[in-house]
């Protein structure tokens, strides 16, 4: 598509439940970037996928999120036994690596994650 | 490692009055600058980048920014706003080295909130 596409747009969930979040990034695009925003917030650096090499996951706040990305291309964000301060928008990105730095991050809209 | 400060959590300005929203950063090595802008309810759009040359970078809406090595900063300034631009400003780097881990990534600030007062 024209655009990165995120879904769903809006999640509730219960506390204790599992969630999956959705990246589709702008064809072509090797890289691709997961961020968090929390309330009030700046972005937090989650995940990063290149290529075939392994994701760079130093962002991971616990074992409680994993991400995977198959065929190089969609990405699922999974968060296990959600916590309230789970909450926040969940951004995914996708730029031409190594031209990210030329032309920076395509962003998708986020997914909002309300744990209740 | 990078860091970004953006001094300003919120800025209130008056409709077709100047603006500047400022940001300081700091790095180990050198950095490619970025603004982007959140509207509500959406995802971030690139403002403008500083990747090299002039100093003085122009972006989109009007806005302008100024990479200033020797104080660190990429201040984003636009000499009169609009209620359409009442919004969420951030300021990012990333390291230029491809092969650094530092440039797998951007590094944000945490916004300023810009609202324009009619």
């Known amino acids: 598509g024209a655009g990165v596409s995120q879904s769903p747009s809006n999640k509730v969930t219960e506390k204790g439940k599992d969630v999956e979040l959705r990246c589709d990034p702008i064809?072509?695009?090797?890289?691709l970037y997961w961020y968090r925003q929390s309330l009030g917030q700046g972005l937090e650096f989650l995940i990063y996928?290149?290529?075939?090499?392994?994701?760079?996951k130093s962002g991971l706040p616990s074992d409680r999120f994993s991400a995977e990305r198959t065929g190089g291309s969609v990405s699922t964000l999974t968060i296990q036994r959600t916590q309230q301060e789970d909450s926040a928008v969940y951004l995914c990105?996708?730029?031409?690596?190594?031209?990210?730095?030329?032309?920076?991050?395509?962003f998708g809209s986020g997914t909002r994650l309300t744990v209740v | 490692a990078q860091s970004v400060t953006q001094l300003d959590s919120q800025v209130p300005v008056f409709e077709e009055a100047p603006v500047e929203l400022r940001c300081n950063y700091s790095?180990?090595?050198?950095?490619?600058l970025f603004w982007y802008v959140q509207y509500p309810n959406q995802g971030l759009q690139l403002l403008l980048k500083?990747?090299?040359?002039?100093?003085l970078v122009k972006g989109i809406n009007g806005f302008e920014a100024e990479f200033n090595k020797s104080q660190t900063s990429f201040h984003l300034r636009k000499p009169s706003v609009h209620i359409s631009d009442t919004a969420e400003y951030f300021c990012a780097v990333s390291g230029l080295r491809i092969s650094s881990g530092s440039a797998r990534q951007l590094t944000f600030g945490s916004g300023t909130q810009l609202t324009v007062l009619p």
């Open positions: 996928f290149q290529g075939n090499s392994a994701p760079d």
């Open positions: 790095s180990s090595v050198s950095v490619y």
């Open positions: 500083y990747l090299s040359g002039s100093t």
């Open positions: 064809s072509g695009h090797t890289a």
């Open positions: 990105a996708s730029s031409f690596d190594p031209g990210q730095g030329a032309g920076g991050y395509t």
